[in-house]
């Protein structure tokens, strides 16, 4: 197989195989050293032993040989001998038990003239003999040959015994491992499982991702994964309801603001064309349809304007939009309540006594259109003559507070959470004798945001108060 495609066939294999083959060639290496340093020392171990039964048994000839004469005795089977040495010529003496090949012990005889020799000889026919030789009186030499044959038998049942046990210890660690892989992965594919099923759901149209990992077991990095894998799915899921409602916003928005501009477009097509048909009436018919139009454009520039300033209060614009400055909020509420006083009378309205100076850091004009669209949102949803109050203190020393209070019937409780949505009407069949547009209180919230402060309503039948909160920054 292409090296390429056994690489590629090794990454698509499964984790828990790829471990226990990694862990059985660890394995493998490991018994390797093992078992090479194991039958070293014991071969090691076994040519000591050997080299010390040839020393205590020619220790033992040599005292019965410088005594009584005569030729050493075989011990072990091994061989022994009396080699003459002399004139260049290394010989053994009659009697000598010797193989055919005497080639290799001569030599050794040879060099332990003077000193006793220790070597391995290869004997033809014999094989491989560990061969001691030490001097004795009068230019002879000891010599005593054992064979090796039963300790290399014994080395190589010792590898093979280690061979077979290794080889059973590596299997039993592959499956065992393998199977106590596969237990200690399961999470880690019962996660990948729960993947699988989100990835079998369609998030376009729902934001429903209630799946999850379950079970337990696996270490505590498992636990922490698949905490940290069900908190990613919380996430996940949050954001989609977020993305969802946000969509489930839009629509609303583009339909209210579809219906809002048409209506008075539908209008000034209207009186356009009564106008064309009227143009060759009376003049105060044409003047009464040309007021109309314009009252309509009006109303339909102050829609635009609106729409403009809530996209640009939820854009990057902000900045650019409020433009802070230290400014008096006692002036502001008094100009307020002078202009609304002027333009609507029928509504008294009653200004609470508060501190005399709050200074703090905000756009004078963006500050009184919330006030201005708070104190006409009780106007226009209350009666002629329902009292309408306001007042300024303060909260702490760093939070001014603004409530405008009527004493209309009130909010139902289940549109109060809403009463601050874009193109929400309490009265949802949009008859604008009860109200302009729907965007005036959105306009309040997101201005007074964009100061840092927040705004809140409290109703019940005889009193709905609005009450914003600023906090008092200095430039």
């Known amino acids: 197989m292409n090296p390429r495609r056994r690489l590629a066939a090794w990454r698509r294999s499964r984790l ?133 044959t039963d300790l290399y038998r014994t080395v190589n049942q010792l590898i093979t015994v280690e061979v077979v046990a290794f080889l059973i210890a590596l299997a039993l660690l592959v499956i065992v491992g393998r199977i106590v892989l596969k237990r200690g992965l399961r999470p880690l594919s019962e996660m990948a499982g729960t993947a699988h099923d989100i990835a079998a759901h369609d998030l376009t149209e729902s934001a429903d991702l209630s799946v999850r990992a379950t079970g337990d077991g696996g270490g505590a990095e498992v636990e922490e994964l698949r905490s940290a894998f069900n908190l990613m799915l919380a996430h996940i899921e949050s954001s989609l309801a977020a993305r969802t409602a946000v969509n489930e916003r839009l629509r609303r928005f583009v339909a209210d603001a579809s219906h809002e501009l048409r209506t008075p477009l539908t209008s000034i097509r209207g009186y356009a064309d009564l106008f064309r048909y009227a143009a060759a009436n009376e003049p105060a018919e044409r003047e009464a349809h040309l007021a109309k139009i314009r009252a309509e454009t009006a109303r339909m520039s102050v829609l635009v304007d609106d729409l403009l300033l809530l996209a640009r209060l939820d854009s990057t614009e902000m900045d650019a939009l409020v433009r802070p400055e230290d400014v008096d909020v006692v002036e502001l509420v008094e100009a307020a309540a002078d202009a609304f006083r002027a333009g609507r009378p029928g509504h008294p309205l009653t200004v609470e006594p508060g501190p005399a100076s709050v200074v703090l850091r905000g756009d004078p004009s963006r500050l009184r259109q919330v006030l201005d669209n708070l104190l006409a949102n009780a106007a226009i949803h209350t009666p002629d003559g329902t009292p309408v109050t306001v007042s300024l203190s303060l909260e702490g020393a760093g939070v001014v507070v603004v409530q405008v209070i009527d004493a209309g019937d009130g909010i139902a409780a289940e549109n109060t959470e809403r009463i601050f949505d874009r193109f929400f009407r309490v009265d949802d069949s949009r008859n604008r004798r009860n109200g302009g547009s729907g965007l005036g209180l959105a306009v309040v919230r997101s201005l007074v945001e964009a100061h840092g402060g927040t705004v809140e309503v409290e109703s019940r039948p005889g009193r709905t108060a609005f009450t914003v909160r600023l906090p008092i920054t200095r430039g």
Not at 67 to 95: C, I, Q, R
């Open 16 to 148: 828990g195989t790829r471990l226990a083959l990694g862990l059985g060639a660890l394995a493998l290496v490991v018994f390797a050293v093992v078992g090479v340093v194991t039958v070293g020392i014991m071969q090691h171990y076994l040519e000591q032993r050997l080299d010390a039964q040839l020393v205590d048994s020619q220790s033992q000839q040599l005292v019965k040989l410088k005594k009584m004469g005569g030729m050493p005795s075989p011990s072990y089977g091994w061989y022994s001998a009396v080699f003459e040495v002399g004139d260049g010529e290394t010989k053994p003496k009659s009697g000598s038990v010797l193989p055919v090949d005497v080639q290799g012990l001569s030599s050794a005889a040879a060099d332990a003239i003077d000193s006793s020799v220790l070597r391995t000889v290869w004997i033809r026919d014999a094989g491989w003999y560990r061969v001691r030789a030490c001097p004795l009186d009068s230019g002879e030499v000891l010599l005593s040959a054992a064979s090796q």
